[in-house]
C-alpha cells in the first residue's frame, strides 16, 4: 500500500471520528451532536454522488437535490400507505430516481454549459412544484413520516443505529465512487470533461456514458433522501428546494470537485460552519458567502486540494 | 493501380459567405503519404475535419474504404480506422500521458461500461499504450502530466493518441507546428518508421518535411486543389509557385 499524504491521513482520521461519533455524543451527553453528524453522513452521500458527475464529469447539475427529495417522498409516501418496509422503500427510491435522472440526462446532456445547468433547474424546479402539488400528501407543508423503515434485521428508530446505517451507506458510497473513477467508465467521464472533442476523435461517443453517470449519481443521491426522510422523520418539498441543490454544489466546490474525499471534507466543513456561525448570528450567510469565494479564490481545489499541496499528484 | 483508401468527391463547406472547401476532389491511394499543402486560411484544417467527422460538409461526398462515410460522426469514423492529429494541440492535459494513451486503446477495446475494475492495472490497456509511447519517443514521460510536458513533447503525444487507435488512415494537421529545427528532423524521422504501416495525410507548412515524406502532394488555395502530383511535378508547376511557394523559390 502506498503512504498516506495528508489528504489521506485527514480523511482517515475523520472517517474514525465518525465511526466514534455515537459512544462520544452519549459519554459526553451531546445527543446533538449525534443529530448533527447524522445528517453530516447523509449529506456526505448526496455530495459523492454529485461529485460523481459535477466533479469528475464535468456536468453542472443544478438540481440534484430533487434526487434527496425523490428518496425521501419514496419514504414519506409509502409509510403514509402503510408500507414500512425498507428495502422495498430504497428499491422504489431508487427505481424512480433513476428513471427520472435517465429523463432528464437524456434531454439535458445533449446542451452544454449553461444551459446544461438551467435545463437540469428547470427540470428539478418541475418536480418541486409537482411535490407542492400534492396535496393528499401534505403539498407545501410536507408529511410527516410517521413510522421508520423497516430493514427486518434492523430497524432506524434508535438514532445510533440510524447513524451507523448512514455512515455505512457514506463509506459504501465511496468506495464505489472510488472504483468507479478509476474504472475503464470513469476514464471515460474524466476524458468528456476534460477534452471531448479528443473524446471523439479517438472513438468515443461520450454521450451515453455521461447519461450512465447521470443516472447512477441521481440513484445513488435517493439513498441519501431515504436516509433524511427516516432521520428528519418528515419529508416537504423545502428539501428540494433549488437552494439545497446549490448547497451540495457548494459541498462539492468547498471539498475539491473530482477528488475522493472532497465531498466528505466538503459537507463536514459546509455543515460545521453553518452550525457555529448560525450560532453566532441570524445574518450568518453574510460570512459564509465571502469565507467561500475566498476559498474558492485562493484554493481552486478546495480543502481537498489545500491538503494535497504538499504532495503532488495522484488523486482517487 | 488499387482502389484509392479515401476519396473526396466534390467536397463543399462554407462558413456564411466564406467558401473554405470548395468542391474539393482528392483521392489518397493505400500505403500513400498524402501531403497537403497551402497557404494559411486555404482550408487544410477544415478538410482534415470534414474528414475526421468533426465538421459535417455541405455538399460533396466522402468515401471511405469503399464506404460511403459523410454522414458518420466522428467516433464511428475512429472505428472504421480514421485517427486524426490537431494543429493546436489538443490533449488531455490534466491526465498523465499513459492514461491519455490508454484512453485511446481503450476507446477501441470494446464498450467502456465497466465500472469496477481498476483501469489503470488493466494490461490490455497498459501494454499497448506502452507500446505506443515507445514508438513516438515518450517512453520515459509516461508518468508525467500531459500539460507538463514541453511543447515537442506534447506534439509527441499528439500522435501517440491517433496512433493507438490502430489506424488505417492517419490525418496528421501540421504535427510539426511550433517545433523548432531539431525536433522537427526528429519528427520527420519518427513519421518515416510510421509511414510504412499506416496511410497518412499529411498537412504541413514545413516543406523540409513534405519533401522529405510525401508521395504526392495537393495544393489547396482558397479551398480548391489547384495541383496534385509528385514532389518533383509539385515543384516544378508554375501555379504552384506563384500561389505558393513563393517568388523566392521561383526564382532559383
Ligand atoms: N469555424 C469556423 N467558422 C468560420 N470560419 C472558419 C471556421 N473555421 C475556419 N474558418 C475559416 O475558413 C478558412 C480556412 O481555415 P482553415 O483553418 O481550414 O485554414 P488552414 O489552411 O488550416 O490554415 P492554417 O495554415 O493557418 O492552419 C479560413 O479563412 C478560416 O478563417
Ligand atoms: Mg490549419
Redesign the pocket.
Known amino acids: 500500500m502506498k503512504s498516506l499524504d495528508a489528504r489521506g491521513w485527514t480523511a482517515l482520521a475523520l472517517i474514525l471520528l465518525l465511526v466514534a461519533v455515537p459512544p462520544l455524543a452519549r459519554t459526553f451527553d451531546q445527543n446533538f451532536y449525534l443529530l448533527l453528524f447524522t445528517r453530516v453522513v447523509i449529506m456526505t452521500t448526496a455530495a459523492i454522488s454529485l461529485n460523481l458527475i459535477l466533479g469528475y464529469g464535468g456536468m453542472v447539475s443544478f438540481g440534484h437535490a430533487m434526487y434527496v427529495g425523490i428518496g425521501a417522498y419514496a419514504v414519506g409516501i409509502s409509510s403514509f400507505h402503510g408500507l414500512n418496509d425498507g428495502w422495498a422503500q430504497m428499491a422504489l427510491a431508487m427505481a424512480v430516481a433513476a428513471v427520472a435522472a435517465l429523463a432528464i440526462g437524456a434531454m439535458s446532456l445533449r446542451t452544454k454549459g449553461v444551459y446544461f445547468i438551467m435545463i437540469t433547474l428547470a427540470f428539478a424546479q418541475m418536480i418541486y412544484f409537482v411535490a407542492v402539488g400534492l396535496s393528499r400528501y401534505g403539498g407545501d407543508d410536507g408529511l410527516t413520516v410517521k413510522r421508520r423503515s423497516d430493514f427486518g434485521l434492523f430497524g432506524l428508530k434508535d438514532p445510533a443505529v440510524l447513524y451507523y446505517v448512514a455512515l455505512a451507506v457514506m463509506l459504501a458510497a465511496l468506495w464505489l465512487s472510488w472504483r468507479m473513477v478509476n474504472s475503464r467508465f470513469g476514464l471515460v467521464l474524466r476524458g468528456a470533461k476534460s477534452n471531448d472533442r479528443r473524446m471523439a476523435a479517438i472513438g468515443f461517443a461520450t454521450y451515453r456514458y455521461r447519461l450512465a453517470g447521470f443516472v447512477v449519481a441521481g440513484t445513488m443521491c435517493a439513498v441519501a433522501g431515504v436516509l433524511l426522510a427516516n432521520f428528519s422523520d418528515f419529508v416537504s418539498p423545502a428539501t428540494m428546494h433549488w437552494t439545497r441543490s446549490g448547497d451540495l454544489i457548494v459541498m462539492v466546490v468547498l471539498g475539491g470537485m473530482g477528488s475522493l474525499f472532497g465531498p466528505l471534507f466538503g459537507t463536514v466543513a459546509f455543515l460545521l460552519l453553518e452550525e457555529v456561525l448560525s450560532g453566532i448570528t441570524e445574518a450568518w450567510q453574510i460570512i459564509f458567502g465571502p469565507l467561500l469565494l475566498a476559498l474558492v479564490l485562493y484554493a481552486r481545489g478546495g480543502i481537498d486540494g489545500l491538503l494535497a499541496k504538499r504532495t503532488e499528484r495522484g488523486d482517487g | 493501380m488499387a482502389e484509392p483508401l479515401l476519396t473526396i468527391d466534390r467536397l463543399v463547406k462554407r462558413?456564411?459567405g466564406?467558401t473554405?472547401?470548395d468542391h474539393l476532389s482528392l483521392e489518397v491511394m493505400p500505403g500513400e503519404v498524402h501531403a497537403v499543402i497551402?497557404?494559411?486560411?486555404?482550408?487544410?484544417?477544415?478538410?482534415?475535419?470534414q474528414i475526421a467527422g468533426e465538421?459535417r460538409a455541405d455538399a460533396g461526398e466522402i468515401r471511405f474504404a469503399g464506404e460511403d462515410i459523410t454522414r458518420l460522426p466522428a467516433p464511428a469514423r475512429s472505428h472504421r480506422g480514421l485517427a486524426r492529429s490537431f494543429?493546436v494541440t489538443s490533449l488531455f492535459a490534466d491526465m498523465t500521458v499513459e492514461d491519455n494513451v490508454a484512453l485511446a486503446v481503450q476507446a477501441h477495446d470494446g464498450h467502456s461500461f465497466r465500472f469496477l475494475a481498476d483501469a489503470r492495472r488493466d494490461a490490455r490497456l497498459r501494454d499497448p499504450a506502452r507500446a505506443v509511447l515507445a514508438r513516438v519517443g515518450l517512453a520515459e514521460r509516461g508518468q508525467v502530466r500531459a500539460a507538463a510536458l514541453s511543447h515537442g513533447e506534447q506534439r509527441q503525444l499528439e500522435i501517440a493518441l491517433a496512433l493507438a487507435t490502430r489506424p488505417r488512415l492517419l490525418l496528421l494537421?501540421?504535427p510539426m507546428a511550433g517545433m523548432g529545427a531539431e525536433e522537427s528532423a526528429r519528427m520527420i524521422e519518427r513519421l518515416r518508421g510510421i509511414k510504412s504501416q499506416v496511410t497518412i495525410v499529411l498537412?504541413e507548412?514545413d516543406m523540409d518535411a513534405v519533401f522529405a515524406l510525401a508521395d504526392r502532394i495537393t495544393v489547396?488555395v482558397y479551398?480548391r486543389a489547384i495541383a496534385t502530383g509528385r514532389p518533383d511535378e509539385i515543384r516544378r508547376n508554375a501555379q504552384v509557385r506563384e500561389a505558393y511557394l513563393g517568388d523566392e523559390q521561383a526564382a532559383s
Open positions: 462558413f456564411g466564406l473554405a472547401t497551402g497557404p494559411n486560411g486555404a482550408g487544410k484544417t477544415t478538410l482534415i475535419a465538421l494543429q494537421d501540421e498537412v507548412h489547396l479551398g
